[in-house]
């Protein structure tokens, strides 16, 4: 899945957890990018996505990056 979201976007537009560099024990997150529904003790986005990630997942998932960036 990884691979396939690098073919689209950048390390500075998604930063994967375990690529993430931080000094705090968690790393905030806008989205988690899960094959399976969770919930999160936070307001963090939740996007459950097929695996592998299908056209429509990863049409959800540019909305979400299109979203923030106009959020700014």
């Not at 390390?11 to 969770?38: G, T």
């Not at 307001?43 to 979203?67: G, I």
């Amino acid at each position: 899945m990884k691979s396939q979201i690098r073919k689209y976007y950048s390390e500075d537009k998604i930063v994967f957890c375990e690529d993430f560099k931080n000094e705090r024990p968690e790393p905030e997150c806008d989205l988690i990018f899960s094959d399976y529904p969770i919930t999160t003790a936070g307001d963090t986005d939740v996007l459950v996505c097929h695996m592998p990630p299908s056209r429509r997942d990863f049409l959800q998932l540019r909305e979400f990056v299109h979203s923030k960036k106009r959020k700014g």
